[in-house]
């Protein structure tokens, strides 16, 4: 009987661990043949299997291919590509069904799994309904095959197909040295783009900056970037290139919530009433402006993959998260792919003599970047579930709880939520001005230090 697999590494949309302690080659292996036998289960018959460019990608997908095979599933090998690539070998080889062996924009130490079984990203449920079926011992037996594929030329030339830039540009791409480095040079070229490339070698030690492009502190190399060179807009990619981020030529960063605007008043252009999903921590400024360009707004939870089982729902063209994922279902897939919307975004932009004035135009506020608090294992939830019963904020209009807290303002919100794949809670404010976000954050610090005195506070 194997060991029980360790429990935390199973996360709401995906599995994460720390390499050769908490996800080892054998657990690898182990979860392998649970998700060959739950593909079994759906009537599936193959898997496709990337990986981004970690140093442990290699075995760790040698064993997760092995496990699937223990199944009597096929799998078939795509490579080191990004997140997306992965996504879309799903779509192009007809299998319907893929994992990615990708740490995403963790530290070097650590790899994980993006699972989509039969169209569906693996979250919550299903991905605990794998540990409990390992555990248990509810596994298939046969004797799938192995395969390869080269799908990298294929998803190459269907964004081509797709995207069409109004005029040349020049652009800086910042790959943080994560995967997406082996294919964006390339995408963006033959876009009809010239390129300033930044840490475009793909190496897992990420020497040069962390690939998180929602943090500002990784968008600096950028930003200098575009001050020392005439290239008029500057793209940054995460280490497994599913999410985007955007800097201006003068240095601004555009968040994804921004983005949205620019993606939502295009897609509605051609999808005139189309719902556009964003999740709790978008900004309050995106509601009106999908109405007045005739969309419908929906707020939902964070989460890459609860956001896309919501976009399949509902059948909505467009939805994005203000940590960068972007989800086009309008032209594309409806998968989070950092390096489509980067292409999209330089169509729209390609229209207009001057991106930096488009981008600028669009409607901002005072705010904060996302905030954590770090707590143990656990705690997050407790204290939100807690403050979501008997926390009282003065002057709230609303209070909106479909994850964590999220309380409006007449000129302001404030957003405390668990976040679903480390022990921190995530804050974020916003206001229409510099005293209104100061009040804002005090209500929010009375109601931490009342719930728990001592509690370090990043605001």
């Given at each position: 009987?194997?060991?029980?697999?360790?429990?935390?590494?199973?996360?709401?949309?995906?599995?994460?661990?720390?390499?050769?302690?908490?996800?080892?080659?054998?657990?690898?292996?182990?979860?392998?043949?649970?998700?060959?036998?739950?593909?079994?289960?759906?009537?599936?018959?193959?898997?496709?299997?990337?990986?981004?460019?970690?140093?442990?990608?290699?075995?760790?997908?040698?064993?997760?291919?092995?496990?699937?095979?223990?199944?009597?599933?096929?799998?078939?090998?795509?490579?080191?590509?990004?997140?997306?690539?992965?996504?879309?070998?799903?779509?192009?080889?007809?299998?319907?069904?893929?994992?990615?062996?990708?740490?995403?924009?963790?530290?070097?130490?650590?790899?994980?799994?993006?699972?989509?079984?039969?169209?569906?990203?693996?979250?919550?449920?299903?991905?605990?309904?794998?540990?409990?079926?390992?555990?248990?011992?509810?596994?298939?037996?046969?004797?799938?095959?192995?395969?390869?594929?080269?799908?990298?030329?294929?998803?190459?030339?269907?964004?081509?197909?797709?995207?069409?830039?109004?005029?040349?540009?020049?652009?800086?791409?910042?790959?943080?040295?994560?995967?997406?480095?082996?294919?964006?040079?390339?995408?963006?070229?033959?876009?009809?783009?010239?390129?300033?490339?930044?840490?475009?070698?793909?190496?897992?030690?990420?020497?040069?900056?962390?690939?998180?492009?929602?943090?500002?502190?990784?968008?600096?190399?950028?930003?200098?970037?575009?001050?020392?060179?005439?290239?008029?807009?500057?793209?940054?990619?995460?280490?497994?290139?599913?999410?985007?981020?955007?800097?201006?030529?003068?240095?601004?960063?555009?968040?994804?919530?921004?983005?949205?605007?620019?993606?939502?008043?295009?897609?509605?252009?051609?999808?005139?009433?189309?719902?556009?999903?964003?999740?709790?921590?978008?900004?309050?400024?995106?509601?009106?402006?999908?109405?007045?360009?005739?969309?419908?707004?929906?707020?939902?939870?964070?989460?890459?993959?609860?956001?896309?089982?919501?976009?399949?729902?509902?059948?909505?063209?467009?939805?994005?998260?203000?940590?960068?994922?972007?989800?086009?279902?309008?032209?594309?897939?409806?998968?989070?792919?950092?390096?489509y919307a980067g292409a999209r975004l330089l169509e729209i932009l390609s229209r207009a003599d001057d991106a930096n004035a488009i981008l600028k135009a669009l409607p901002d506020s005072s705010s904060t970047p996302?905030?954590?608090?770090?707590?143990?294992?656990?705690?997050?939830?407790?204290?939100?579930?807690?403050?979501?019963?008997?926390?009282?904020?003065?002057?709230?209009?609303?209070?909106?709880?479909?994850?964590?807290?999220?309380?409006?303002?007449?000129?302001?919100?404030?957003?405390?939520?668990?976040?679903?794949?480390?022990?921190?809670?995530?804050?974020?404010?916003?206001?229409?001005?510099?005293?209104?976000?100061?009040?804002?954050?005090?209500?929010?610090?009375?109601?931490?230090?009342?719930?728990?005195?001592?509690?370090?506070?990043?605001?």
């Amino acid at each position: 009987m194997n060991a029980l697999l360790p429990t935390e590494i199973f996360k709401a949309y995906d599995i994460r661990g720390i390499v050769g302690k908490t996800l080892t080659v054998d657990i690898v292996r182990q979860i392998g043949h649970g998700l060959g036998s739950l593909a079994v289960e759906r009537g599936q018959q193959a898997i496709a299997v990337g990986r981004d460019g970690r140093l442990s990608g290699p075995e760790l997908s040698a064993a997760l291919m092995e496990g699937i095979r223990l199944a009597g599933i096929d799998t078939i090998d795509v490579g080191c590509v990004p997140t997306p690539t992965v996504y879309f070998a799903a779509h192009e080889l007809g299998c319907q069904s893929c994992v990615a062996v990708t740490g995403s924009h963790n530290p070097p130490d650590y790899n994980g799994l993006k699972m989509v079984i039969g169209g569906e990203t693996l979250a919550g449920a299903a991905i605990q309904g794998i540990r409990q079926r390992v555990d248990g011992g509810a596994l298939h037996h046969g004797a799938g095959q192995g395969s390869s594929a080269d799908v990298r030329s294929a998803y190459l030339r269907r964004i081509t197909a797709d995207v069409t830039l109004a005029r040349p540009m020049k652009i800086v791409i910042d790959c943080g040295n994560g995967v997406a480095g082996g294919i964006a040079p390339e995408l963006f070229r033959s876009l009809g783009c010239e390129l300033v490339e930044l840490f475009c070698e793909v190496d897992g030690t990420f020497p040069n900056h962390h690939p998180d492009p929602s943090k500002p502190e990784n968008l600096q190399d950028l930003i200098r970037a575009l001050r020392t060179t005439d290239a008029e807009i500057g793209l940054a990619f995460d280490g497994d290139g599913d999410r985007l981020g955007v800097v201006t030529k003068d240095g601004e960063i555009i968040y994804p919530d921004r983005q949205l605007m620019l993606f939502a008043a295009d897609v509605l252009r051609r999808c005139p009433g189309g719902q556009i999903i964003y999740d709790v921590k978008c900004t309050r400024r995106l509601a009106p402006w999908i109405r007045e360009h005739g969309g419908e707004p929906l707020m939902w939870k964070t989460g890459h993959a609860l956001v896309k089982a919501k976009l399949k729902e509902t059948g909505a063209p467009l939805a994005g998260e203000m940590s960068g994922h972007v989800f086009f279902k309008e032209r594309w897939y409806g998968f989070d792919d950092g390096l489509y919307a980067g292409a999209r975004l330089l169509e729209i932009l390609s229209r207009a003599d001057d991106a930096n004035a488009i981008l600028k135009a669009l409607p901002d506020s005072s705010s904060t970047p996302e905030l954590n608090i770090g707590m143990q294992e656990g705690e997050p939830f407790a204290l939100i579930d807690e403050l979501q019963r008997h926390a009282h904020f003065e002057g709230a209009r609303e209070i909106i709880t479909i994850d964590g807290l999220r309380v409006e303002y007449a000129d302001g919100f404030g957003l405390a939520r668990p976040s679903n794949t480390t022990p921190v809670v995530v804050l974020r404010f916003e206001a229409d001005n510099a005293a209104a976000l100061e009040r804002i954050q005090a209500d929010f610090r009375r109601v931490f230090v009342t719930a728990r005195p001592g509690l370090a506070l990043p605001f």
